[in-house]
Each structure stands twice: as C-alpha cells, then as structure tokens.
C-alpha cells in the first residue's frame, strides 16, 4: 500500500498492483469456512464437496472449478445456484441438467446450449416428460458401452 492511500494511482503503477493481486489470488489454496472437505482448494464455506476448486456455499459437489450457491453436482464449472448439473459449463438456476452450456432457469437438460427458461430438452429440442427420459436412458446406455 503506497504511504498515501488516498493517492492515485498512475495507470502503470495501479496495472502492476492489479497484476500482482490476481497472481495471488490464482496461487491461494486455502479453504475458508468449509466442513468435511476432501482434496478441495480456495473454496469458502462449503460442505462435503470433493476435488474442487474455487467453490463457494456449494455442498456435495465433486470435481467442480468455480461454482457459487450449488448443490450435488459433477464435473462442472462456473455454475451459479444449481443442483443436480453433471458436466455442465456456466449456467444459473438450473436443475437436473447433463453436458450443457450456458443455461438459465432450465430442469432436465441434456446436451444443451443456450436456453433459458426450459424443460425436458436434448440438444435444444422439446419433448415430453416421457420421451425426454426414454432418449436419455438410451443416449446413456449408448455412452457406457
């Protein structure tokens, strides 16, 4: 902190401090606040998450990077408020979702990108409750051979 703080900065002082705070803030490993986590770097209070990075207020979570207000989710990163995402890439408020990205307010999505607001969708397409679970089952199956 220079002597005067209420000093300006000049662009290249102020760029070389800025700099050195996001290097710092990168090699910060710590976890804040969290209960029973395991193998979890730079995440703040949350609970029984597993491999993560970077979570915040995120419980149950495994193998997430960058995750805010998230619950039981897999492989994912950049979520903010969702539940139950499995390799799923900066959504919000969405539930239920599969290898989709960029999702608002979304449940039952499965290899999305996009949308906002919708239910039981694979690759952007509508289908009922009934056919949304009969594809997945069969597009899982397909997977674990």
Same mark, same amino acid.
């Given at each position: 902190?220079?002597?005067?703080?209420?000093?300006?900065?000049?662009?290249?002082? %102020?760029?070389?401090?800025?700099? +050195?705070? &996001? =290097?710092?803030?990168? =090699?910060? +490993?710590?976890?804040?606040?969290?209960?029973?986590?395991?193998?979890?770097?730079?995440?703040?209070?949350?609970?029984?998450?597993?491999?993560?990075?970077?979570?915040?207020?995120? $419980?149950?979570?495994?193998?997430?990077?960058?995750?805010?207000?998230?619950?039981?989710?897999?492989?994912?990163?950049?979520?903010?408020?969702?539940?139950?995402?499995?390799?799923?890439?900066?959504? +919000?408020?969405?539930? /239920?979702?599969?290898?989709?990205?960029? &999702?608002?307010?979304?449940? /039952?999505?499965?290899?999305?990108?996009? &949308?906002?607001?919708?239910? %039981? $969708?694979?690759?952007?397409?509508? %289908?009922?409750?009934?056919? /949304? %679970?009969?594809?997945?089952?069969? &597009?899982? =199956?397909?997977?674990? =051979?």
């Amino acid at each position: 902190m220079p002597e005067d703080a209420s000093a300006p900065f000049d662009p290249a002082s %102020f760029e070389e401090r800025w700099r +050195a705070l &996001l =290097r710092a803030h990168e =090699r910060r +490993a710590d976890n804040v606040g969290c209960v029973q986590c395991t193998d979890c770097q730079a995440c703040q209070h949350s609970t029984f998450c597993v491999d993560g990075r970077g979570l915040t207020r995120c $419980h149950y979570c495994t193998r997430c990077e960058r995750c805010v207000d998230c619950s039981h989710c897999t492989d994912c990163r950049e979520l903010s408020g969702c539940k139950h995402l499995v390799d799923c890439e900066r959504c +919000a408020q969405c539930s /239920y979702c599969t290898r989709s990205v960029e &999702l608002v307010g979304c449940t /039952y999505c499965y290899g999305c990108v996009g &949308l906002v607001g919708k239910d %039981f $969708h694979i690759l952007n397409q509508p %289908f009922t409750r009934e056919e /949304y %679970f009969a594809m997945v089952r069969a &597009l899982e =199956r397909a997977v674990r =051979r």
